[in-house]
């Protein structure tokens, strides 16, 4: 089945650039999303890429697909304390649902 | 526009009882969906909906019922809560078309806590 994998944590101190990667496996994958949770909040779309796009970028945010090898990355430039949250990856394939499928989140903690 | 709109915000249920999580979306989106987040993980669908009237199974229903009378309106039911079923919960919906699968919007979530 698919899925999409993510690591648990990233530490960046403000003003440094931030690196969240991400890879799947649904190789029939045609959109993927960056969405942004703070606690206790619900999730918001931040970004996101058409398969056949390998670059996007968006004010603070370059995203980059690696679709050879599956890998999806968010970098956001001039990182700030606001940007402490956790960051899901979601992909969804061209079936009939739509539906997305998440990673597990990575948390950014974004030091002063 | 409110977007999408769920009540209650939290609850505390004992093993055995029932509940229904609300779930309204005033986008007129065709598509809506229920996800479960359990702590420390990413969301997994529970059940979806392509239109009024259709339903269907995602990866997670057991436990779960849902229908779909209007284009509006989503509610979950749990029937016989159990304590697997501690989770937060969260509807989205979105416009798809053969197009896309257009932008999912969510609601702020329903903390459920099945004791």
């Known amino acids: 089945g698919e899925d999409v994998e993510q690591s648990l944590f990233l530490s960046v101190r403000e003003g440094d650039s931030s690196v969240i990667n991400c890879t799947y496996t649904?190789?029939?994958?045609?959109?993927l999303y960056w969405y942004k949770q703070e606690p206790g909040a619900g999730l918001q779309l931040l970004t996101y890429?058409?398969?056949?796009?390998d670059m996007k970028q968006d004010q603070r945010l370059t995203v980059l697909l690696n679709k050879k090898d599956k890998h999806l990355s968010l970098r956001i430039a001039d990182t700030q304390t606001g940007d402490s949250a956790i960051y899901f990856c979601?992909?969804?394939?061209?079936?009939?649902?739509?539906?997305?499928?998440f990673g597990s989140g990575t948390r950014l903690q974004v030091q002063p | 526009n409110a977007g999408v709109t769920q009540t209650p915000k939290f609850r505390i249920l004992k093993i055995g009882q029932s509940m229904t999580l609300q779930c309204t979306q005033d986008?007129?989106?065709?598509?809506m969906y229920w996800y479960r987040q359990d702590p420390g993980m990413g969301l997994k669908l529970i059940y979806y909906s392509v239109g009024a009237g259709i339903t269907d199974k995602g990866e997670v229903p057991n436990g779960y019922n849902v229908s779909r009378s209007t284009t509006e309106d989503f509610p979950l039911r749990l029937e016989l809560a159990a304590p697997s079923q501690t989770s937060v919960y969260f509807c989205?919906?979105?416009?798809?078309?053969?197009?896309?699968?257009?932008?999912?919007?969510f609601g702020p979530g329903t903390r459920l806590t099945v004791t």
């Open positions: 890429i058409f398969s056949n796009m």
């Open positions: 989205a919906s979105s416009y798809s078309t053969a197009g896309g699968p257009g932008e999912q919007y």
């Open positions: 979601a992909e969804t394939g061209d079936t009939g649902r739509r539906a997305l499928t």
């Open positions: 649904d190789s029939s994958s045609t959109y």
């Open positions: 986008m007129n989106h065709n598509y």
